[in-house]
């Protein structure tokens, strides 16, 4: 619901979004209030594929640290806006471009693919970077027999049982879908005997071998329009419900867990963007040594794309 305070908040980030010439870029996750003034609202590919196409001078990422890193690896002319800096992924932190280049040396042989939830440092290690979206078609398009995936070990595993390639895992996770577990999706199935399991690839092993789709979440909002669905067990962070919602009202989803959420993503608010658009802080941009390698990385995969 818009409240009068709110009405005023959005008239204002409207009008210094028209005259700072910004595009907001809002990720699935974010809350609704958030979702609903972006420009465009949608996954980790899609979002950086519109960043990379804009013609703003400014982007406000909706999102966290490695989703507005991404934008200014691709956009270095654009200032990229975070409105909230201390909004990160305890999975890309998980793996140090240090540790990486640590495990490159015992590999050689190895391509190395990152997850776009990732540090830039750590992309700048990289051969190639993917997404939830692309991660198998990004695998599959390499020569090499061999890949060292970072940091995600489940989407890793998720990927091994599509392409027939050796995979070395790093053992990084999100806590945020490690807390829906298969016993969850389970009890849930026999509530709703019709619905359809829809899960993120971020998801446990376990989890996944109970899905019907593994999706990332722009794939999910693809899926959730299909005719031939009706009611969905919905394996991913809380705040994809909104849109899905939103975007299908006749439609139920169920959360496979209430407890699935990404607190990071919860910590931009109307207020902050505002706040951002005010001051133009803060400002995320990649040191150009560091941009050009992980460039690459990213390039790479956009031409997979
Ligand atoms: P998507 O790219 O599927 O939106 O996933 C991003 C993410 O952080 C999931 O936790
Ligand atoms: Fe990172 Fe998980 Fe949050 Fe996505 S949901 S941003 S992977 S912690």
């Not at 980030?13 to 609903?36: P, T, W």
């Not at 199935?189 to 359809?196: D, L, T």
């Not at 899905?244 to 993503?265: G, H, R, W, Y």
């Amino acid at each position: 619901m818009v409240t009068v305070n709110n009405a005023e908040l959005i008239n204002k980030i409207l009008s210094l979004r028209r005259e700072k010439k910004a595009v907001i870029l809002a990720h699935n996750y974010q809350l609704g209030e958030v979702q609903n003034i972006a420009d465009f609202v949608g996954d980790s590919l899609e979002l950086s594929q519109i960043a990379a196409e804009s013609k703003a001078e400014v982007i406000v990422f909706c999102g966290v640290h490695f989703m507005a890193e991404t934008a200014s690896i691709l956009c270095p002319d654009k200032t990229v806006l975070l409105p909230e800096a201390s909004a990160g992924c305890p999975m890309a932190d998980m793996v140090t471009a240090e540790e990486l280049r640590e495990k490159k040396r015992e590999l050689p042989q190895a391509a190395v693919v990152c997850y776009v939830n990732s540090t830039a440092e750590v992309k700048a290690e990289s051969d190639v970077c993917c997404t939830s979206a692309n991660a198998v078609a990004v695998v599959s398009s390499l020569d090499s027999e061999q890949i060292l995936f970072v940091p995600d070990q489940y989407l890793g595993h998720y990927i091994s049982t599509r392409v027939k390639k050796q995979f070395f895992f790093w053992p990084g996770f999100c806590p945020t879908h490690a807390r829906i577990l298969p016993e969850y999706i389970l009890r849930l199935k026999e509530e709703y005997p019709r619905a359809r399991v829809v899960v993120h690839p971020e998801c446990r092993p376990e989890v996944i071998n109970l899905a019907d789709e593994v999706l990332s979440t722009g794939g999910m909002c693809r899926y959730a329009r299909r005719k031939d669905v009706a009611q969905v067990i919905v394996g991913t962070e809380i705040g994809m419900i909104y849109r899905l919602k939103k975007e299908n009202p006749a439609k139920q989803f169920i959360p496979a867990s209430e407890q699935a959420i990404c607190p990071d993503m919860k910590l931009i608010t109307l207020e902050k963007i505002l706040r951002s658009l005010e001051t133009m802080a803060p400002e995320v941009r990649v040191p150009e040594d560091i941009r050009l390698k992980a460039k690459s990385a990213v390039g790479r995969m956009l031409e997979v794309v």
